[in-house]
């Protein structure tokens, strides 16, 4: 199997067997502990069939045993898992621009324990992905994570209110807030009250709007911002485009 | 039983070998054990729903009727179990640290909330009550602390009424302004909806059986590994030192001989998976 030089060390100055596996699989390779995993049970299974039938089987036969077993099972699962993937959305790691007349409006929180603040970064673009308009924000004390996130969008939400712009496309890294919003539990918690507000805003005054969720690599501009932000006074807008995200713009606009 | 069947797979009436004990393996899966329920602590779990009822339904015909009979002057988590209680009651009472332990009042209005009850202070904090209170610092409210017609902490307010620590604790705790009413949420849950899952976890976290016989290895490794279910219990059953080798079942009091099937050494597990002549060659 080629699996003794990894196994041997080990065993050679072995303590019990529990840290002794568990060592093993500490240092070697991940895609060696199925193989590994499924030798050992393979052993065992040809010791047990000494001991209760007197039947031996030849190393080639243990390690086929192991290695045909974990194959078709990976198989039957590669196909259990496709049959389920096809349903799911992909998501693109890569922000694209709204589609025209509309604008995108990207918003990211990040936490800084060290200063007990929560940073807001809030960047809007046109359908041309052309900077428009950007604002930070901070505030304090820290939060939980996800009621950072749905405070950002909160706040974002009620500033392009106040901005007249309607037809506004959110985007959130966090998968979190995004399927509260949409989703039909209703909660009692601080964080469900949040969301409780971001639904009311889209269902009077945002009524054109949406939110989606993007995955982090695409937010990279909220992101970013929201850094910068913990080091700003508490409120900045930006009408031009802030030196920390102008290559990153200039980037996604192509 | 329970036990016996995840065990005993004799023939007829024999007995198999109970290789770990049944609080052993309640123990979450993460933690070394086989994360069976624990029936104990998931009757508490669903017992401390019905407690959180109390606190979240003050009107439902139950809740008044317990608390007229148990509580007239308090609120449930400060009742005492009384004289000669209901078995319901009773019940309901000894859930009472479990509901505690997810606890947390969300901050509307502040206005219904004393600032000497414990649970609305993030991260576990109380205000230790004075000595001597007058009668108007013991009916201070959350909501006195605020700044006028605003949802802010009064930090001078409170730095002169309360000692530096606790002022500190107040300060940490955020206000929303889009929390309305003061409701009480269940923390260990986003939505705030007492849930008895997460529950039953905080319970199994904090029990004493599975402090004593969790294990602190990298159990995900094993978990999670792409293998067949079968295999990864095997590998579990080795790592617990629960193989029945020779060695291991001669403790058991098992007769049978020492020696390893294919050569004379003792055979123990290291042996049997590793050392082995004949194991050692399929590693090759």
Same mark, same amino acid.
């Given at each position: 199997?080629?699996?003794?030089?990894?196994?041997?060390?080990?065993?050679?100055?072995?303590?019990?067997?529990?840290?002794?596996?568990?060592?093993?699989?500490?240092?070697?390779?991940?895609?060696?502990?199925?193989?590994?995993?499924?030798?050992?049970?393979?052993?065992?299974?040809?010791?047990?069939?000494?001991?209760?039938?007197?039947?031996?089987?030849?190393?080639?036969?243990?390690?086929?045993?192991?290695?045909?077993?974990?194959?078709?099972?990976?198989?039957?699962?590669?196909?259990?898992?496709?049959?389920c993937t096809r349903s799911t959305p992909r998501h693109e790691t890569t922000w694209t621009t709204p589609s025209p007349g509309r604008y995108k409006c990207n918003v990211d929180a990040s936490f800084s324990e060290a200063l007990d603040i929560v940073g807001i970064g809030m960047c809007i673009r046109d359908s041309e992905g052309a900077f428009v308009l950007a604002r930070t924000e901070w505030f304090s004390p820290i939060t939980d994570v996800n009621i950072g996130e749905a405070i950002g969008l909160l706040k974002a939400m009620v500033w392009v209110r106040d901005l007249h712009l309607w037809n506004m496309d959110f985007e959130v890294d966090s998968k979190?807030?995004? !399927?509260?919003?949409?989703?039909?539990?209703?909660?009692?918690?601080?964080?469900?009250?949040?969301?409780?507000?971001?639904?009311?805003?889209?269902?009077?005054?945002?009524?054109?709007?949406?939110?989606?969720?993007?995955?982090?690599?695409?937010?990279?501009?909220?992101?970013?911002?929201?850094?910068?932000?913990?080091?700003?006074?508490?409120?900045? !807008?930006?009408?031009?485009?802030?030196?920390?995200?102008?290559?990153?713009?200039?980037?996604?606009?192509? | 039983m329970l036990n016996a069947f995840w065990w005993g797979h004799g023939n007829g009436n024999r007995r198999g070998v109970h290789w770990l004990s049944w609080e052993r393996l309640t123990v979450p899966k993460y933690l070394g054990g086989m994360g069976f329920k624990s029936l104990k602590a998931f009757n508490m779990a669903m017992l401390g729903k019905q407690a959180w009822k109390l606190l979240t339904h003050p009107d439902s015909l139950i809740t008044r009727l317990l608390k007229a009979r148990y509580y007239p002057s308090s609120d449930y988590i400060a009742a005492k179990v009384g004289h000669n209680p209901r078995f319901v009651w009773r019940s309901l009472w000894?859930?009472?640290?479990?509901?505690?332990?997810?606890?947390?009042?969300?901050?509307?209005?502040?206005?219904?909330?004393?600032?000497?009850?414990?649970?609305?202070i993030w991260g576990n904090y109380s205000i230790p009550r004075f000595a001597d209170m007058n009668n108007a610092m013991a009916s201070l409210k959350v909501s006195d602390m605020f700044v006028p017609n605003m949802k802010q902490w009064h930090m001078e307010n409170i730095f002169i009424l309360f000692d530096n620590?606790?002022?500190?604790?107040?300060?940490?705790?955020?206000?929303?302004?889009?929390?309305?009413?003061?409701?009480?949420?269940?923390?260990?849950?986003?939505?705030?909806?007492?849930?008895?899952?997460?529950?039953y976890r905080s319970i199994m976290d904090n029990s004493l059986t599975v402090q004593q016989h969790k294990l602190d290895d990298n159990w995900k490794k094993i978990w999670s590994s792409n293998v067949p279910p079968r295999i990864k219990k095997f590998i579990?059953?080795?790592?617990?030192?629960?193989?029945?080798?020779?060695?291991?079942?001669?403790?058991?009091?098992?007769?049978?001989?020492?020696?390893?099937?294919?050569?004379?050494?003792?055979?123990?597990?290291?042996?049997?998976?590793?050392?082995?002549?004949?194991?050692?060659?399929?590693?090759?």
């Open positions: 199997m080629g699996l003794w030089n990894e196994v041997s060390y080990v065993v050679s100055n072995a303590g019990n067997i529990s840290s002794t596996i568990f060592e093993i699989l500490q240092h070697m390779q991940p895609s060696h502990h199925p193989i590994f995993n499924t030798l050992m049970w393979s052993i065992w299974k040809n010791r047990n069939n000494k001991v209760c039938n007197d039947s031996t089987d030849t190393c080639q036969t243990i390690c086929n045993r192991a290695t045909s077993l974990l194959q078709s099972w990976t198989n039957a699962q590669e196909v259990k898992q496709q049959g979190t807030v995004v !399927d509260y919003i949409y989703g039909k539990q209703i909660g009692v918690s601080d964080f469900s009250a949040i969301i409780t507000h971001c639904v009311h805003l889209l269902c009077t005054d945002l009524m054109n709007s949406h939110v989606s969720f993007i995955r982090r690599q695409a937010n990279e501009v909220a992101h970013s911002f929201a850094k910068a932000a913990l080091s700003e006074a508490s409120f900045c !807008d930006y009408y031009h485009i802030p030196t920390c995200i102008e290559s990153i713009i200039i980037n996604e606009m192509h | 000894s859930v009472k640290a479990v509901v505690e332990n997810g606890l947390q009042w969300n901050i509307g209005s502040g206005t219904n909330i004393s600032v000497w009850n414990p649970f609305w620590n606790s002022a500190q604790q107040i300060s940490r705790t955020p206000l929303y302004s889009s929390v309305q009413q003061d409701t009480p949420m269940w923390k260990l849950e986003k939505n705030g909806i007492y849930s008895v899952r997460s529950s579990w059953r080795v790592t617990r030192g629960c193989l029945p080798t020779r060695l291991r079942l001669h403790t058991r009091g098992v007769v049978c001989p020492l020696q390893c099937p294919f050569c004379s050494e003792d055979e123990d597990s290291t042996h049997a998976l590793f050392t082995c002549p004949k194991s050692a060659q399929c590693w090759q």
